[in-house]
């Protein structure tokens, strides 16, 4: 569980980074894949956080 760094509130896990063909990034609602960013999002004021699950790439 992710904690926000602005307000501590729990974030939203369960979004993930995609890139698209013009490269636009956004954000989708889903489970990432292991070697895709992950996002969580803050429901309260909307702070970001991204990483990545290190222990799942093989
Ligand atoms: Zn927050």
């Known amino acids: 569980m ?3 760094q602005q307000c501590q509130c729990q974030m939203d896990e ?15 609602c889903g489970i990432p894949k292991a070697d895709e960013i992950k996002v ?5 004021c909307g702070e970001m956080s991204m ?6 790439r093989k």
Do not use: Q, W
């Open 2 to 4: 992710r904690i926000c």
């Open 14 to 28: 369960g979004y993930r980074l995609k890139v698209n063909t013009y490269g636009a990034i956004r954000i989708e």
């Open 40 to 44: 969580a999002i803050c429901p309260s």
């Open 51 to 56: 990483y990545h699950d290190k222990g799942m």
